[in-house]
């Protein structure tokens, strides 16, 4: 069914939010999604690449399905928003990546007015064998940060399949996140996972990052990138398990700290089997010194330079 | 014509005299060389020129073109066309390449950005994209910071070391970067132990136990550093006379 004029407008405001950021592109050969509120406002599929969408009350439940063998060559682009200040947006996502396909998504969220705006993302995704899923939100918030973001989200990588995940939040300012990820990957699947945010102001952030390697060979590198400032708060609780034999991953938190700002990084990694290995760093402090010199000796200013570091660290 | 200045300088750091009443000039447009044992204060004395923090509580006066760089930071000493090429360049996890080194530009555009990279003799659509992190070498690092230094076109260049660490063709794109800032006027201050650097200075001084013993010709200061301060045969307490019979 063809959009309605008004349905247009709001495709075109919500995409017009993200300006330069948001690189959400169109094209015949390229399928795309846009979401207002509970409101399918904008969409075009491509060959072996299926959407369901149900409107719920407050958002919209998804099905999402890669059809086995198809590879798609152009990311898919999906587009959650609300323009107003205020509302609840939730997203049901059911993702089903079927054995040998491939798909990249460049998820955009923006909430440029909010003062007052709750986002939940409840996502279940399955990825058959030999497929490969990846999958990068980014978030455009406004100045205000007026935004309780709830994504919760659990993987299941089969065998030989690849996830690779990306979540970033550094336009805007965060408002609440409350992260939640939750993945178990079989035997030599993949699993590549990072969070980058930067929070800012009153800014709560919690990230919770959770892996299986439940089969042999099964690798995963946990990252999160978190920078904090002014009297924002972020918690990041990695856990990595091995179960497996061959099985190895990687966590890796690095944290950012500026004025009254607090971070805190809990990595857990277990280890269950003898022929798997586990490593885990995590490093938190100011903007390193002899970095900021640098910038500084190139007559940047503390903040310009401060900047530039995070940015480089986030980016 | 001095373009910087040091009237008395002297730095304590923990306990310890590091730099003892420092009073020398700098001539414009000229390559000098500051040449010392380990532990000279050769370094500190970059620090301090530059105003690193930790480096500031000194005693005496650094002036610039006549004025006092007393109380000035870091970034405004380098907006008044100071800048330090370190001995080890940091690490920027992430900071591409084009960024870091159109940060501190004068013209930040991607010409200026390629042809510094080229200039050093870095491949640009090779490097401009990657990150100034663990991924490069030493070597490449120490190129990227030279040319982003050439980038911001400073007039005074102090340089710690700039032969450690990197190989052959590194040590000639970095004598390529010594003829471009004396052909724009620029002064600058290495420090060295290198003979193959020496022979791109103008100027050398000798620093020891926090002084400058003597100044210059290059030849008779490295004459006098090779046969005794290498290892040092004075326990750091050279013998003037000596020196001053050194010939050039």
């Known amino acids: 069914?063809?959009?309605?004029?008004?349905?247009?407008?709001?495709?075109?405001?919500?995409?017009?939010?993200?300006?330069?950021?948001?690189?959400?592109?169109?094209?015949?050969?390229?399928?795309?999604?846009?979401?207002?509120?509970?409101?399918?406002?904008?969409?075009?599929?491509?060959?072996?690449?299926?959407?369901?969408?149900?409107?719920?009350?407050?958002?919209?439940?998804?099905?999402?399905?890669?059809?086995?063998?198809?590879?798609?060559?152009?990311?898919v682009h999906l587009c959650f928003g609300m323009l107003p200040e205020t509302g609840l947006q939730r997203i049901v996502m059911d993702v089903e990546v079927e054995e040998d396909a491939f798909a990249s998504v460049q998820a955009h969220c923006t909430f440029p007015n909010a003062v007052d705006i709750t986002h939940k993302m409840d996502a279940v995704v399955r990825i058959a064998a030999g497929a490969t899923y990846e999958y990068f939100e980014r978030h455009l918030h406004g100045a205000e940060g007026g935004v309780l973001v709830v994504p919760k989200t659990k993987v299941e990588v089969g065998e030989g399949a690849r996830f690779k995940t990306e979540f970033e939040l550094i336009k805007g300012q965060a408002g609440v996140i409350d992260f939640d990820y939750e993945v178990d990957c079989d035997a030599h699947s993949l699993l590549d996972m990072i969070a980058?945010?930067?929070?800012?102001?009153?800014?709560?952030?919690?990230?919770?990052?959770?892996?299986?390697?439940?089969?042999?060979?099964a690798t995963a590198v946990l990252q999160s990138h978190i920078a904090v400032k002014d009297e924002a708060v972020a918690d990041v609780y990695n856990s990595l398990a091995a179960n497996a034999a061959g099985a190895r991953g990687h966590v890796d938190c690095k944290e950012i700290v500026q004025g009254a700002a607090i971070a805190k990084a809990v990595p857990v990694v277990e280890v269950n089997h003898p022929r798997a290995h586990i490593?885990?760093?995590?490093?938190?402090?100011?903007?390193?010194?002899?970095?900021?010199?640098?910038?500084?000796?190139?007559?940047?200013?503390?903040?310009?330079?401060?900047?530039?570091?995070?940015?480089?660290?986030?980016? | 014509m001095s373009l910087l200045e040091l009237k008395d300088v002297s730095l304590n750091l923990g306990g310890k005299d590091v730099l003892n009443n420092l009073t020398v000039e700098f001539w414009e447009g000229h390559i000098h060389a500051l040449i010392g044992p380990n532990g000279a204060g050769k370094s500190t004395l970059a620090s301090t020129l530059m105003g690193l923090p930790g480096y500031t509580h000194h005693t005496g006066d650094i002036l610039l073109d006549g004025e006092s760089l007393v109380g000035v930071p870091v970034d405004e000493r380098a907006r008044r066309g100071m800048t330090l090429a370190w001995q080890e360049p940091a690490r920027f996890e992430g900071l591409r390449v084009d960024r870091f080194i159109a940060a501190g530009a004068k013209d930040?555009?991607?010409d200026t950005v390629r042809r510094v990279l080229d200039r050093v003799?870095?491949?640009?659509?090779?490097?401009?994209?990657?990150?100034?992190?663990?991924?490069?070498?030493?070597?490449?690092?120490?190129?990227?910071?030279?040319?982003?230094?050439?980038a911001m076109e400073p007039r005074l260049v102090?340089?710690?070391?700039?032969?450690?660490?990197?190989?052959?063709?590194?040590?000639?794109?970095?004598?390529?970067?010594?003829?471009?800032?004396?052909?724009?006027?620029?002064?600058?201050?290495?420090?060295t132990h290198s003979q193959e650097v020496l022979k791109h200075a103008e100027h050398a001084f000798l620093m020891c136990s926090g002084s400058?013993?003597?100044k210059g010709g290059v030849g008779r200061i490295e004459g006098y550093f090779a046969s005794h301060c290498v290892p040092c045969d004075h326990e750091n307490v050279p013998d003037i006379d000596e020196l001053a019979g050194v010939e050039a």
Request: glycine share 10%; hydrophobic share 35%.
């Open chain 2, 212 to 214: 400058i013993l003597e």
């Open chain 1, 279 to 315: 490593t885990h760093e995590a490093a938190i402090g100011s903007v390193d010194s002899k970095q900021l010199q640098t910038l500084m000796s190139r007559g940047l200013d503390e903040e310009k330079a401060t900047d530039l570091i995070i940015e480089g660290l986030l980016g």
């Open chain 2, 108 to 110: 930040k555009s991607t």
């Open chain 1, 196 to 217: 980058r945010i930067w929070g800012r102001g009153h800014d709560r952030i919690t990230i919770r990052e959770t892996a299986r390697l439940n089969g042999e060979e």
């Open chain 2, 158 to 191: 102090l340089m710690d070391e700039p032969d450690s660490g990197i190989d052959v063709e590194a040590l000639n794109r970095i004598f390529d970067a010594l003829s471009d800032f004396k052909e724009r006027g620029a002064t600058v201050i290495m420090i």
């Open chain 2, 121 to 150: 003799g870095l491949d640009p659509e090779k490097y401009m994209r990657r990150a100034v992190d663990r991924t490069l070498s030493g070597g490449e690092r120490k190129r990227i910071e030279l040319a982003s230094i050439l």
């Open chain 1, 1 to 75: 069914m063809s959009p309605t004029s008004q349905q247009v407008e709001t495709a075109r405001e919500l995409l017009a939010s993200l300006g330069d950021f948001g690189g959400h592109v169109k094209g015949d050969d390229i399928a795309h999604l846009e979401v207002h509120g509970n409101e399918v406002v904008g969409s075009h599929l491509v060959p072996g690449f299926e959407v369901d969408v149900d409107p719920l009350e407050d958002g919209i439940e998804a099905h999402i399905r890669v059809k086995k063998g198809v590879r798609l060559a152009k990311p």
